[in-house]
Structures are given as C-alpha cells and as structure tokens.
C-alpha cells in the first residue's frame, strides 16, 4: 500500500487525474486539497495557487500513474512522491486491494 504526493498547478487538473485514475482502478481513493506554493523562480520567490493530491493505491500501480500524470499535467515538471506506508487499517487495505484489483 502507498500514496503518491502529486502537487498540481490547479485544480481542474487534479480533478481531471484523480477522476481517470478511480475509473482505471489504479487508485482507490484520490483526496485533493488545495494549496499554495512557494518556489525559487529567477531572483525572487514566487507563490502560486494550485491543488495537491494524495493518491492512494498499490505498488502494482505507481509507473501506470505516473505515466497518466505526466500526460495530463499542463506545466513544467511534475513532483511525484511515493510513501511507503508503515502501517495502514486492515479494513481500509483490504478495500484497497479490492478497488484496485
């Protein structure tokens, strides 16, 4: 079991993965929330609205995400972090397993 971190620049777009990845039963459960971003950008710092999702599935998944990720993102390159679950509810797993299977 993991989750992918994926900052998006907006929320359309997180929408838009977050709906392809539930119905190719890659993820489970996609949960978005929105953000801002703070960055290095030529001298100065520059903040940025966007969305950041919380992607959660099995490791069977993680390269066909990827791949759906990088073709929908509209700008610049995507951050695409896998965590490693130390420990996750037998319930909420066997779902996982389930939805994504």
């Known amino acids: 079991m993991i989750f992918i971190y994926v900052p998006c620049q907006n929320l ?8 392809i990845l539930v119905e190719k039963r890659l993820a489970g459960k996609v949960d978005i929330m929105p953000t801002n971003s703070f960055s290095r950008e030529n001298e100065g710092v520059a903040e ?6 919380i992607i959660m599935t099995i490791d069977k998944h993680v390269q066909d995400i990827e791949d759906i990720v990088r073709e929908y993102y ?21 779902w996982l397993i389930d939805v994504t299977s």
Request: hydrophobic share 40%.
């Open 12 to 19: 359309d777009t997180a929408k838009t993965i977050a709906k």
């Open 74 to 94: 509209q700008d610049g390159v995507p951050c695409m972090a896998t965590i490693s679950l130390y420990r996750l509810n037998r319930d909420f797993k066997d």
């Open 48 to 53: 940025v609205a966007g969305a950041t999702m």
